[in-house]
């Protein structure tokens, strides 16, 4: 089985040990990538994250970073389309984003050939403290934006859930207390990791 973890934006990724990811194939998005510098991709679909945070990506990034926001340009970013209508895109030159970045990056994890996705700080919704990522919060033009999308962004990810079983790619949630949980299963990121090595 050829697995992938995908590690987003949610809070619940502040409580996780994420160096211990480092041997395994990871995608992160936004600013996920500074909590796994070591990720084989960085993806991200929003042109103002990457023109608010470019200068950290390049100086702090070695691996691949790919996008599908259309007005962005550099010689380092591989640059797929954007479909923003419901479901995965089987276009290999193609992803969906719509409202969330994860489900370019899950998307993006089918399109390289993974039947086996680990995702971390897909939590949903805010943690309960108010924190919407585990990372610094974006300025206040980025997050004014994102946050009343939670809604918006869970039918996007309801479309990929049920692309993703049509596919029997199998996906766990790493996501402690993640709203997302009628979509895919919650497990630890220690079970996922001591099951891989039993």
Not at 76 to 89: A, V, W
Not at 95 to 118: D, K, Q
Request: with cysteine.
């Amino acid at each position: 089985m050829s697995r992938v973890f995908i590690v987003a934006g949610g809070p619940s990724v502040a409580g996780q040990d994420t160096d211990r990811l480092e041997r395994q194939r990871v995608i992160a998005i936004n600013s996920s990538w500074q909590c796994v510098p070591f990720a084989e991709i960085l993806f991200f679909g929003d042109d103002r994250w990457w023109r608010e945070y470019l200068h950290l990506v390049l100086a702090g990034f070695t691996g691949r970073i790919v996008t599908c926001a259309q007005a962005v340009h550099h010689a380092r970013i591989e640059k797929l389309q954007r479909r923003t209508c419901p479901g995965l895109s089987d276009n290999r030159g193609e992803v969906m984003v719509r409202r969330t970045s994860l489900t370019g990056a899950i998307n993006l994890a089918v399109h390289m050939g993974f039947n086996s996705i680990v995702l971390l700080g897909a939590d949903g919704g805010p943690s309960p403290d108010g924190r919407i990522h585990h990372h610094a919060e974006y300025g206040p033009r980025l997050n004014t934006s994102f946050s009343n999308l939670w809604a918006e962004q869970r039918k996007d990810l309801e479309a990929a859930a049920v692309d993703l079983k049509r596919l029997g790619v199998e996906v766990v949630n790493a996501s402690p207390s993640s709203a997302l949980s009628d979509l895919w299963p919650i497990v630890t990121l220690d079970d996922v990791l001591e099951n891989a090595a039993a």
